[in-house]
């Protein structure tokens, strides 16, 4: 009998927890450390036959000896990584008395696009009313680049970050804009350079006091990085 990959052996294991796995999932608790260099394995011998049906001379050619276990350690362990590695770890302080807005960003997005596996690099600026607890600041960017590290669409990204924003911060008030460039609309299909996408979603006041929200876009826009 054919031995299983590990592939197969962390899918049967999501399966039996009733989790999902989809391309934006974090699957951490399904995987350990060590296995994750088997992972890596695999996916170079199957990214080998992909440069093979691509009819690229890879004993030959010095260039591509070594892409297949590139490609795989870079899918693994860096673009997609926020699938593969364990949430941030955030702990909330209490709030001494600030329960006004305060913005965040630019944070840098490195993602990439689940149709066509292309990048998708922008910005994402972060607003937040805090109630009883704080995090601190550069907890916003762990937990944004944790979440864009893997392949996805920017809306559901957005939506993600909002959602985790509001639960590692015990707010309901969270803000979240992010603006980028997708490389499947620059380097394929309409070959378009010039365009952007913007998404937000507004949670708590935000949704709800128009003027909050006014002052959050008029922060944003005084930030670096908005042009
Ligand atoms: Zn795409």
């Known amino acids: 009998m054919k031995e299983r990959n590990l592939s197969e052996i962390i899918q049967e294991r999501i399966k039996l927890a009733g989790a999902r796995y989809h391309c934006n999932d974090n699957i951490s608790q ?3 450390e060590e296995e994750l260099d088997l992972l890596v394995d695999e996916v170079a011998i199957n990214f080998q036959t992909v440069l093979k049906s691509l009819v690229i001379d890879t004993d030959n050619d010095h260039n591509t000896q ?6 795989a350690k870079m899918f693994v362990k860096e673009t997609f990584s926020g699938r593969y590695q364990p949430v941030p ?5 209490p709030n001494m008395g600030y329960k006004s807005l305060y913005t965040t960003g630019p944070i840098s997005i490195r993602s990439t696009c689940a149709h066509h596996f292309q990048n998708i690099v922008g910005r994402c600026w972060v607003g937040i009313v805090p109630q009883d607890e704080v995090i601190g600041l550069s907890k916003f960017n762990r937990i944004v680049h944790h979440i864009a590290e893997r392949p996805q669409i920017q809306e559901e990204m957005t939506t993600q970050i909002a959602e985790a924003l509001k639960q590692y911060a015990k707010t ?4 979240v804009v992010v603006k980028a460039e997708h490389h499947c609309m620059t380097m394929r299909g309409v070959r378009e350079h010039e365009s952007d996408m913007t998404t937000a ?3 708590g006041a935000f949704e709800k006091d128009p003027a909050l929200k006014k002052e959050f876009y008029d922060i944003c826009l005084s930030m670096k990085g908005h042009n």
């Open 30 to 32: 399904f995987i350990n």
């Open 89 to 93: 770890k955030v702990t909330a302080f």
């Open 66 to 71: 070594e892409t297949a276990r590139r490609v």
């Open 172 to 175: 309901e008030h969270i803000a």
């Open 201 to 203: 979603i507004m949670l």
